[in-house]
């Protein structure tokens, strides 16, 4: 093996990310009937919930450096087929298949890789990692890159995004999402791949429009195609918001995506337009952006210490790299402007994703308009870039300079409130209008238990919902300790609402203060049925995946409806702590108002890795998918040729010798 050799792992455990139900599966099923018990309601009838994960496809070397966040792309989904003379009944079918990149193409014929292609997080973020074996990896990928161009391979590497962390729905297209590269098209509910999207058209498609779309024009234009993993669908105007995080100035891009379709919802919004990678003012430095804030009317970027730049490498720092003696601050500029940003500055903190975020509108008596007069956000806010880390098996490193103590925090994942002020108040002579200081409001966190992998109804995204749900842990933090995984044993649901209240009646300490200060015990004791928070704990042994929302028709309240989430009962492992071939997982139907019954459970063929981030697509969307006159497929054989003429032979042997040393 080229570069990391040196550093292959010589730990007495496994790596927690690579064992157990963390280990990859690679058996792919096409759509095939499951058993269920208890009854399926009648709103899921002709959907799909699909989730998305790392599933490494190259994995001999289990000592290799390894991170949660690695591998390629696989999305796991259960469909409900509609049967029955009336199509009144529902069959559950399961249905898994690796999304296919270049990067995964290009190692499916590459018979010599025992490690994948790209490097792992964990070498880029692990400070005993040397210079030399970083730029040994770097080239290494390179090397593999160049070679998939060359004569005798069946696909070209063009770009690298492995498409492995969350899946979405915009303008007729199941978009799978990874920030190193653009959003992928897959078509539901086979999870067969289209092709790349590039804001205007996916490969593939017959309909579109032409042009170069995200990338543009230029030598570093594929730098623009890096788009974050969680783009965001306004459920009033349709419009598709997304970002994209660069190493060159100036180092973030943003795009709003209009769609087709009607309006399903009317909203007050300030205008309509469309942008493509317009610049985004005000960032100095490349860093690690994951997710954005989105309101009907404001965007809110996330400048945080956590840097991601190659430049690292040449300050003696690891390429990803996170300074708690820095400052976070939050970007706010109306939808249309990313020009125009008002930026608000805190203490140090990690946040890689948000809940919600909403615009507070009044009238502004001058002008007699409506005007946003603060924008909300909801976040899982970290305390420490601890997860980076523990999710490569790696010890946190100790800061180089000294913490303030007045900025010391315990490590901890809260769900996190933020009010930023954007209205204006009248001079003393009565005019005009002064714009307020910017100066967060109100930072302070809901609960103290842990929080993350946040979603909600999806009709009350960028609106005030009431409720919030997420996962928990009741035995560990999200920043689990060195060797051990990060394991979902509870799911929330939060009355956010309600506890935004409580916390402007009666503030808690900013920044470091809470809400409610119960821990999970205190809250599963309760009997308190307007309890804000409502935990559903997993039997012993079991561990679930991030939930996703389904409303019932008609419904009683935003939170009438249920819950979807993966499941798996850890009994199944051996005494090695190892999952057998027969080892299954299952999906639970929870009644998302009462938080304590499993309605249904889908009992599945095989295990589902625990994974990253999903979504449920209703059966309007299925329908209505754009046409696609091609699917990207397979390879027939792992580097076949037809040649037999002396020189190919040549080559293809020097080829050989080349991928091994590289392997």
């Known amino acids: 093996m080229f570069g990391p050799r040196e550093r292959r792992r010589r730990k007495s455990h496994a790596h927690p990310y690579l064992s157990g139900n963390f280990a990859p599966v690679h058996r792919i099923q096409p759509l095939i009937p499951c058993s269920c018990t208890g009854e399926i309601p009648e709103e899921l009838a002709g959907g799909q919930y699909v989730r998305n994960g790392g599933n490494p496809v190259t994995n001999e070397d289990l000592g290799r450096d390894a991170h949660w966040f690695d591998g390629d792309g696989m999305l796991s989904g259960v469909s409900f087929r509609r049967v029955g003379e009336k199509g009144n009944e529902v069959c559950p079918e399961f249905v898994n298949q690796y999304i296919l ?78 920030e190193s590269g653009p959003p992928m098209r897959v078509a539901l509910p086979s999870l067969d791949t289209i092709g790349w999207f590039n804001g205007k058209k996916a490969e593939g498609e017959l309909v579109g429009e032409g042009g170069s779309g995200f990338g543009g024009d230029g030598l570093l234009g594929f730098m623009k195609e890096w788009t974050t993993a969680h783009p965001r669908v306004d459920p009033g105007t349709s419009e598709l918001i997304l970002f994209h995080s660069t190493f060159a100035p100036p180092y973030v891009h943003y795009s709003v995506l209009p769609s087709t379709s009607q309006r399903r919802v009317k909203v007050p919004v300030l205008t309509s337009s469309r942008l493509i990678t317009a610049p985004v003012a005000g960032i100095s430095s490349a860093k690690m952006m994951h997710d954005f804030g989105v309101t009907h009317n404001h965007t809110i970027i996330m400048d945080l210490p956590l840097s991601l730049d190659p430049l690292n490498l040449a300050r003696n720092k690891p390429v990803v790299s996170y300074d708690p003696t820095s400052r976070s601050r939050f970007g706010v500029f109306p939808r249309y402007e990313p020009y125009n940003v008002r930026w608000f500055e805190t203490n140090a903190c990690c946040i890689f994703h948000t809940a919600n975020s909403w615009d507070s509108l009044s009238i502004n008596p001058s002008t007699g308009r409506q005007e946003t007069v603060d924008v909300n956000m909801l976040t899982c806010r970290l305390t420490s870039a601890s997860l980076v880390f523990s999710a490569g098996d790696i010890a946190a490193p100790t800061p180089i300079h000294a913490i303030p103590s007045s900025t010391i925090e315990d490590d901890q994942c809260r769900l996190y409130y933020y009010q930023f002020p954007l ?67 509870a799911l929330v649901k939060v009355d956010v609402e309600t506890l935004i209240t409580r916390g402007k009646q009666n503030p808690p300490p900013q920044i470091t203060g809470c809400v409610d200060t119960r821990n999970t015990a205190e809250i599963l004791a309760s009997q308190d049925p307007n309890d804000p928070i409502r935990l559903f704990k997993m039997p012993p042994g079991w561990y679930a995946q991030e939930p996703r929302f389904v409303p019932r028709e008609n419904g009683n309240g935003e939170d009438d409806g249920w819950l979807l989430t993966y499941v798996f009962d850890e009994s199944q492992l051996g005494p090695d702590g190892e999952c ?16 304590n019954e499993v309605v249904a459970r889908v009992h599945l063929p095989q295990r589902v890795p625990y994974g990253l981030h999903g979504s449920w ?30 020189a190919w032979e040549t080559w293809m042997s020097t080829r050989r010798l080349i991928e091994r040393f590289l392997a």
């Open 101 to 178: 990149t270049d990067v995964f193409l290009s190692s499916m014929v590459s018979p010599w890789l025992r490690t994948p292609i790209l490097p792992s997080i964990a070498t880029l973020v692990n400070p005993l990692s040397s210079l030399i074996s970083i730029i040994l990896c770097v080239f290494r990928t390179i090397f593999l890159v160049i070679m998939s161009h060359l004569p005798g391979s069946q696909r070209a590497i063009k770009k690298i995004s492995v498409a492995n962390t969350a899946i979405l729905y915009h303008d007729g297209r199941a978009l799978a999402t990874c």
């Open 580 to 595: 057998s071939a027969t080892a299954k997982s299952e999906l639970w139907i929870i009644d998302a108002k009462t938080m």
């Open 423 to 489: 209205s204006t108040s009248q001079t003393p002579s009565g005019s005009p209008f002064l714009q307020a200081a910017n100066q967060i409001t109100h930072q302070w966190a809901l609960c103290a238990i842990p929080f993350e992998f946040p979603s909600l109804r999806e009709s009350m995204s960028m609106s005030a919902a009431k409720y919030i749900y997420g996962c928990s842990l009741t035995d560990s933090s999200f920043g689990a300790a060195l060797g051990r995984a990060v394991k979902i044993d």
């Open 617 to 646: 697509f209703p059966e309007y969307q299925i329908q209505h998918q754009r046409a696609a006159a091609r699917f990207r497929t397979l390879p027939l054989s792992k580097g076949a040729s037809e040649s037999v003429s002396s």
